[in-house]
C-alpha cells in the first residue's frame, strides 16, 4: 500500500531541496515551502507536483496538489511555522 502523504512529500522534497531550504507540513493534508533561491520555485513546484503523481500513479491512487508561488519580502515571521 501507498505510504503516508507526509512520507511521500518528504520522499519527494529530499530530491530536489537545497540544505537552506525550509519546508513545513501542516493539518495533515497541506504544506509550504520556503526556497533560499526564489528562482527554484517553478521547477520546484513542477517537481513536487510529477513527483506525487507518480508515487501515488504507482499504487493507482488519484492525488493532486494546488500549488501557489509567492516571490518577494517576508512581511511576518512566526515563531514556530517557516
Known amino acids: 500500500m501507498a505510504g503516508s ?4 512529500i518528504k520522499k ?5 531541496l537545497h540544505p537552506d531550504d525550509q519546508w513545513d507540513i501542516f ?3 497541506s504544506f509550504q515551502l520556503k526556497l533560499s533561491v526564489p528562482e ?11 513527483g506525487l503523481k507518480s508515487i ?13 508561488i509567492g516571490i518577494g519580502e517576508e512581511g511576518y515571521k512566526s515563531q514556530n511555522k517557516i
Do not use: C, P, Q, W
Not at 502523504?5 to 511521500?8: L, M, V, W
Open 5 to 8: 502523504f507526509e512520507g511521500n
Open 12 to 16: 519527494t522534497a529530499s530530491y530536489m
Open 27 to 29: 493539518r495533515g493534508d
Open 40 to 50: 527554484n520555485s517553478l521547477k520546484s513546484a513542477l517537481l513536487i507536483r510529477s
Open 56 to 68: 501515488h500513479g504507482f499504487y493507482k491512487l488519484n492525488m493532486d496538489v494546488r500549488i501557489s
